[in-house]
């Protein structure tokens, strides 16, 4: 297994772990996120009560306090379990197909699978976002009524958002399996 550091487009720490299997024709990445700051948790905590605690001393209602902590707990619990993902994983397997599984903070799971023969190619695509150009790699589906068309462009990677050096490693060995899944046909 192979680890890269890299940075996302917003200059944070990202890594790459590539990890070939026995087959030439099996190999997975995973990009893995920062994990949940405990000093940004406490910040948005503390500003979040010391509002309830200024409206309370204002008010002097205690259920001012009481709809705080349950906001603040009912808002973590949202964040970690429907928004922070830790890990983005890319499984491609040449006579199957390819897996696309994010791993959220909370431990929750959620996976992708798209079969080969609906593949038509994975391309590094570009754009606009917030003034300014990026890139990110996506799986190019076949169109089923037209053979050269393309039905659905699926982005990876939608969470940690790489940069252009990280995607580019990715891109050249998907593009040799896929390859290789050619000439073996």
Known sequence: MQEQQ???IYGGAISLQCRSYE??????FSVCSPKLSLRGLTACTCAVWLAAYALFAYTENTAVLSAAIFVTLIG???????VKIDQESLLVIASLGIQMTSYYASGKESTTFI?????KDVV??????MQKV????????KDPV??????????VFQSSKPRLDCLVDVYKSCQEILDHRKTSL
């Open 6 to 8: 890299f940075t996302n």
């Open 23 to 28: 087959a030439a024709s099996c190999r997975e």
């Open 76 to 82: 973590l619990l949202f964040y970690l379990h429907f």
């Open 115 to 119: 079969e080969m023969n609906n593949v």
């Open 124 to 129: 590094i695509n570009e754009a606009i976002y």
């Open 134 to 141: 990026i890139y990110y790699l996506c799986i190019l589906l």
């Open 146 to 155: 037209d053979s050269h068309g393309i039905s659905e462009v699926v982005p």
